[in-house]
Nanobody, 121 residues
Framework: QVQLVESGGGLVQPGGSLRLSCAAS????????MGWYRQAPGKQRELVAS???????NYADSVKGRFTISRDNAKNTVYLRMNTLKPEDTAVYYC???????????????WGQGTQVTVSS
């Protein structure tokens, strides 16, 4: 019913930058909160940043000042600009969206397939 397609991951040197994108498509009436999570090997998935439909944002302390989340509501797309990347940012990054389907009043939670970000020299 709803697909989240991510792009933009890869290998980058410490101090470098990457931009992740995630587009939601399908039987969408509206998209509420969108966000990015990450999971490093042996660790639990954690919230990186989220953005409400109003544009209000929330960041994990570990990325404040380095990462910027934004969204294009017309395209149902969320972005994550990551600057000054560190080796500890290495993880699989997952897009998340809370979507209200057409002909429904129920909000459902959807995940992307994940994109690998590796920060290494």
């Amino acid at each position: 019913q709803v697909q989240l397609v991510e792009s933009g991951g890869g290998l980058v040197q410490p101090g470098g930058s990457l931009r992740l994108s995630c587009a939601a498509s399908g039987s969408i009436s509206s998209v509420n909160a969108m966000g990015w999570y990450r999971q490093a090997p042996g660790k639990q998935r954690e919230l990186v940043a989220s953005i409400a439909s109003s544009g209000r944002t929330n960041y994990a302390d570990s990325v404040k000042g380095r990462f910027t989340i934004s969204r294009d509501n017309a395209k149902n797309t969320v972005y994550l600009r990551m600057n000054t990347l560190k080796p500890e940012d290495t993880a699989v990054y997952y897009c998340n969206a809370r979507v209200v389907l057409t002909l429904s009043s129920i909000e459902r939670n959807y995940w992307g397939q994940g994109t690998q970000v590796t920060v290494s020299s």
